[in-house]
């Protein structure tokens, strides 16, 4: 099984930035519209931003100005900026393809904003 690898989590205060990083197989990478999603230890997951092939992209309104979404095809790698963080940004971060396939779903990465 395929499983996508996120990383550039952190603990950082308000205000501050992260850039989350993930790695995809080039056959998925190709092919699919990447997205990021989140999930905080109360709530549901919600797709936070997605990224077509051709780079089109669409974000929440919450992040909409904060966060950038990106892909690098020379290193199959997708990425999520995010700036000007805040508390309610704090959540496990995962990719996946966009509508998600369950068995893309890594461990995530941990962002917590905490002053």
């Known amino acids: 099984q395929v499983r996508l690898v996120e990383s550039g989590g952190g603990l950082v205060h308000p205000g501050e930035s992260l850039r989350l990083s993930c790695e995809v197989p080039e056959n998925v990478f190709n092919i699919y519209h990447m997205a990021w999603y989140r999930q905080p230890s109360v709530g549901q997951r919600e797709l936070v931003a997605d990224i077509s092939t051709t780079g089109v992209t669409d974000y929440v309104e919450s992040v909409k100005g904060r966060f950038t979404i990106s892909r690098d095809v020379t290193k199959n790698t997708v990425y999520l900026q995010m700036s000007n963080l805040r508390p309610d940004d704090t959540a496990v971060y995962y990719c996946?393809?966009?509508?998600?396939?369950?068995?893309?779903w890594g461990q995530g990465t941990q962002v917590t904003v905490s002053s």
């Open positions: 996946n393809v966009l509508p998600a396939l369950g068995h893309y």
